[in-house]
């Protein structure tokens, strides 16, 4: 299961390192550590490939690729994302992708906007991990239901046995041999289902 509670791991991608290190400043090792770096979005997509980070701050533009779409490229990503732009660019980038999750902020702003900024981001990414995990768990729920209604099936086919028979038969087993409903049910598909 995803931690919920500790620090954020930030990525900032930024053709500058001052920028990296005014914002790292402004965050508190306390809630925001570790705080990496990366001067190019393609730095950047390799550094995501191997970390997981809760928060990506984009600092349009990117010498490599637009930062815009490069932003635009995570926003599928459980993680808070914001993007700070020029602020004759703000209005319609802003527009352009808010529906998608993204943050913008225009640039220059102050520390305490982009605080600010940050800590509701940080609060969003909270909020979609525990989204995440009830998810995840839903969905093994959901294969758990899957694989004992196949095995009831299968005792119904091969052992003519009712449905209800066979709900009895799979608690039955499962209380005896001490095994999850689904340790049991697979081991009824592996025996009759060829």
């Excluded at 701050?57 to 490599?64: G, K, M, N, Q």
């Excluded at 527009?95 to 943050?103: H, L």
């Excluded at 009831?152 to 409903?181: F, G, P, V, Y």
Aim: net charge negative.
């Amino acid at each position: 299961m995803i931690p919920l509670k500790g620090r954020r791991k930030v990525l900032i991608v930024s053709e500058t390192q001052s920028f990296h290190d005014n914002i790292t400043c402004i965050l508190p090792k306390s809630d925001f550590f570790p705080v990496f770096h990366a001067s190019s979005g393609g730095e950047a997509r390799r550094l995501l490939l191997e970390l997981p980070v809760d928060i990506l701050i984009v600092d349009s533009p990117l010498p490599d690729e637009h930062g815009i779409m490069f932003a635009e490229s995570f926003a599928d990503l459980n993680i808070g994302i914001l993007l700070l732009v020029k602020s004759e660019l703000y209005e319609e980038t802003s527009y352009k992708v808010e529906e998608q999750g993204i943050v913008t902020l225009p640039k220059p702003n102050s520390p305490e906007m982009f605080f600010t900024a940050i800590k509701m981001l940080s609060a969003m990414s909270f909020r979609l991990q525990k989204m995440e995990a009830k998810n995840k768990t839903l969905q093994e729920k959901m294969q758990d239901i899957r694989t004992v209604n196949k095995a009831k099936w299968l005792l119904i086919e091969n052992l003519n046995m009712t449905e209800s028979d066979a709900h009895k038969h799979i608690e039955k087993l499962s209380m005896d041999n001490r095994q999850s409903k689904r340790e049991v049910a697979e081991e009824i598909i592996e025996r009759y289902d060829s």
